[in-house]
Nanobody, 123 residues
Framework: QLQLVESGGGLVQPGGSLRLSCAAS????????IGWFRQAPGKEREGVSCISASGESTNYADSVKDRFTVSRDKDKNAVSLQMNSLKPEDTAFYYC????????????????WGQGTQVTVSA
């Protein structure tokens, strides 16, 4: 079964940046669409960004457009989420998820999930 591991979370001041990574071993992520999700205390899980298996299609939540960028690092068998201009409201536990398939991301298809990494934005 596909195993996903997130890394790169931490504490950052407002306006700062973090780069999250979603990596896998044994199985190539080339065949998987990868999504990033986050959940803050007392709130529902929300989709943040998604990249298709080919890397040609990406999607972003309105709240992170122009600040976050998702990309594939194929030499590392990983997907990164570059987060810039971070705001306190970005504070959440971030998860990556995957499903096997081609074409634009389908948000209802994700069924492999990583363990998550905490992102805290605070002065």
């Amino acid at each position: 079964q596909l195993q996903l591991v997130e890394s790169g979370g931490g504490l950052v001041q407002p306006g700062g940046s973090l780069r999250l990574s979603c990596a896998a071993s044994e199985f190539s992520l080339d065949f998987y669409a990868i999504g990033w999700f986050r959940q803050a205390p007392g709130k529902e899980r929300e989709g943040v960004s998604c990249i298709s298996a080919s890397g040609e299609s990406t999607n972003y939540a309105d709240s992170v457009k122009d600040r976050f960028t998702v990309s594939r690092d194929k030499d590392k068998n990983a997907v990164s989420l570059q987060m810039n201009s971070l705001k306190p409201e970005d504070t959440a536990f971030y998860y990556c998820a995957a499903y096997a398939g081609w074409g634009p991301c389908r948000w209802d298809m994700f069924h492999y999930w990583g363990q998550g990494t905490q992102v805290t934005v605070s002065a």
